[in-house]
T-cell receptor
Framework: NAGVTQTPKFQVLKTGQSMTLQCAQD?????MSWYRQDPGMGLRLIHY???????DQGEVPNGYNVSRSTTEDFPLRLLSAAPSQTSVYFC????????????FGPGTRLTVL | DAKTTQPPSMDCAEGRAANLPCNHS???????VYWYRQIHSQGPQYIIH???NNETNEMASLIITEDRKSSTLILPHATLRDTAVYYC???????????FGSGTQLTVLP
């Protein structure tokens, strides 16, 4: 199993550009989520999904969209990038809900100029 | 989520036990205590979780006090690779997410 994979590893955007961060897992996990981590801070939840076709907002959802058309994939879309979105983004998955052990991906380091 | 309080940093000698405390005095009866760690620049890694009984797995032991107001994560024989930020998390029973605070920076010294 590859576990949780994220692409790209690094990305630089200009203000106003849009892009999609990819997240995939091959463990058939129902629960997937996106976090952001700013320098020296803990992780903050952006969006999560409890299964294909079901998504919900976390603590900091503004400026981000998600969809879950398959169990395996959970892409995060930045609609119009802002410097405040400069951060490291982590995707995670777990078998049924966040109560179970969550497996985190390696992260995407995003810089918005 | 129940508020958790952890020391910002701790040191431990290699080969010795590392004992990381966490205070969660407002915890409710059905709320679990979770521990994750994050090695520099990597994604967080699950360590262990428990409700009221002490728990042990291949990575660590979790000791929860009888009144459940505090807990201690024990790494029995710390190695340099255990240097990381350790997060103690107590999600509300109705929550759908883990909330990561500032954690404790554990530095294992040679």
């Amino acid at each position: 199993n590859a576990g949780v994979t994220q692409t790209p590893k690094f990305q630089v955007l200009k203000t106003g550009q849009s892009m999609t961060l990819q997240c995939a897992q091959d463990m058939n996990h129902e629960y997937m989520s996106w976090y952001r981590q700013d320098p020296g801070m803990g992780l903050r939840l952006i969006h999560y999904s409890v299964g294909a076709g079901i998504t919900d907002q976390g603590e900091v959802p503004n400026g981000y969209n998600v969809s879950r058309s398959t169990t395996e994939d959970f892409p995060l879309r930045l609609l119009s990038a802002a410097p405040s979105q400069t951060s490291v983004y982590f995707c995670a998955s777990s078998p049924f809900d966040f109560y179970n052990e969550q497996f985190f991906g390696p992260g995407t380091r995003l810089t918005v100029l | 989520d129940a508020k958790t309080t952890q020391p910002p940093s701790m040191d431990c000698a290699e080969g010795r036990a590392a004992n990381l405390p966490c205070n969660h005095s407002t915890i409710s009866g059905n709320e679990y205590v979770y521990w994750y760690r994050q090695i520099h620049s990597q994604g967080p890694q699950y360590i262990i979780h428990g409700l009221k009984n002490n728990e042990t797995n291949e990575m660590a032991s979790l000791i929860i006090t009888e009144d459940r107001k505090s807990s201690t994560l024990i790494l029995p024989h710390a190695t340099l690779r255990d240097t990381a930020v350790y997060y103690c998390i107590v999600p509300a029973a109705s929550a759908r997410q883990l909330t990561f605070g500032s954690g404790t920076q554990l530095t294992v010294l040679p």
